[in-house]
């Protein structure tokens, strides 16, 4: 399998999955785009893949900012010339809280990154993409089921579910493909 000649973004991309992900593609000839709110480890990761040869963008980004997304995508279309493919990985977690003792802050910051955070990126994506492209989100297992003591968590991966489900009929209709992932 080859992707190169194919661009792809990622957030996350400093770490966990993201950071497995943009590795993988880099060995297969991806050009990529990187995004991370963590600016040393996504320099790091930069300068490392440009030694071995892969075209890379990067941006630190938090994706609950909706026009810092629309302008790491722009940037990127620009730097490219197109989008092929996009990894939505960004995401933070939670300790365990009842729902009872949620604060209004913890509920609004998971939310704003894994939900409306990922929203952002796919609109923005969706928006440049041309037939034969794909979008990944990251769901999770409490995207389909409740789990005690994270419901902001919860909320926010059950409404990537239903926004992934969302777009891939939309986008289907042109030829993009939409999935999740439920690690």
Known sequence: MSFTGKVIAITGAASGIGLALTNHLASLGASLSLADISSTPLETLTTELRAA????????????????????????TSHFGRLDGAANLAGIGMDFTAVADVTDELWERVLAVNLSGTMFCVRAQVRVMQKGASIVNAASMAGVRGRPGLGPYVCAKHGVVGLTRTVAREAGERGVRVNAVAP
């Open 53 to 76: 040869g892969t075209k890379v963008l990067s941006t630190t980004l938090d994706v609950s900012s909706s026009p810092a997304v629309d302008a790491w995508i722009a940037s990127t």
